[in-house]
């Protein structure tokens, strides 16, 4: 097997659910190999801790460290779970490693770009478009990872 740790960023697209199936038929027969299905959470989507007080309706307590913590933990867990069903969905007989995984960073091309230097991935499957509403050829998330790692970059369809 070339690659060993295939990185498929995912934001529930049609094109990002095609990526799992590219990165799985690669990966698939290879019990080496390992699939990282990973979604960035932008932490600007994220209740901000600053903006408390009258008028705001937060879901946690004042300046209450600790439970803007347990939420951070809640949201990444629920993301990893939605991420880990579609893996389920897609692993068929694939005999390579498959983790599902959910980070927050300031944005998706950060999150992927630091995953990909955190993790040792030595390629990335991506979709060419996502959830946004331009057309276009290539999103603005493909086009950055593009531009901001060093490893080689398959966008598909
Ligand atoms: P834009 O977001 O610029 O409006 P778009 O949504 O059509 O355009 P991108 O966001 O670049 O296109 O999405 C292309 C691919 O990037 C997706 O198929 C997915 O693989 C990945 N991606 C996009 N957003 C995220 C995210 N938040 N976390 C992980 N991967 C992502
Ligand atoms: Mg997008």
Same mark, same amino acid.
Do not use: I, S
């Given at each position: 097997m070339f690659f060993k740790n295939i990185l498929v960023p995912y934001d529930e697209s049609d094109h990002a659910k095609s990526a799992v199936h590219i990165a799985l038929g690669l990966a !698939? *027969? #290879? *019990?080496e190999a390992k699939v990282h299905v990973v979604t960035v959470i932008p932490s600007a989507a994220l209740p901000n801790p600053? $903006?408390? &007080?009258?008028g705001f309706d937060v879901p #946690? @307590? $004042? !300046?209450?460290p600790d439970s803007y913590e347990r939420i951070m933990n809640s949201v990444v867990q629920r993301a990893s779970a939605d991420v880990q069903d579609v893996v389920d969905q897609s692993r +068929? +007989? @694939? =005999?390579c490693k498959i983790v599902a995984d959910a980070v927050i960073a300031g944005s998706p091309v950060e999150g992927i770009a630091d995953y990909v230097t955190s993790h040792d991935i030595d390629l990335v499957v991506m979709g =060419? =478009? !996502? $959830? &946004? @509403?331009l057309r276009g050829m290539l999103g603005s998330v493909s086009f950055g990872v593009l531009r901001s790692v060093d490893v080689p970059v398959l966008t598909v369809k």
């Open positions: !698939g *027969p #290879y *019990p600053t $903006l408390m &007080g009258e #946690y @307590a $004042l !300046g209450d +068929d +007989d @694939a =005999r =060419r =478009r !996502g $959830l &946004g @509403a």
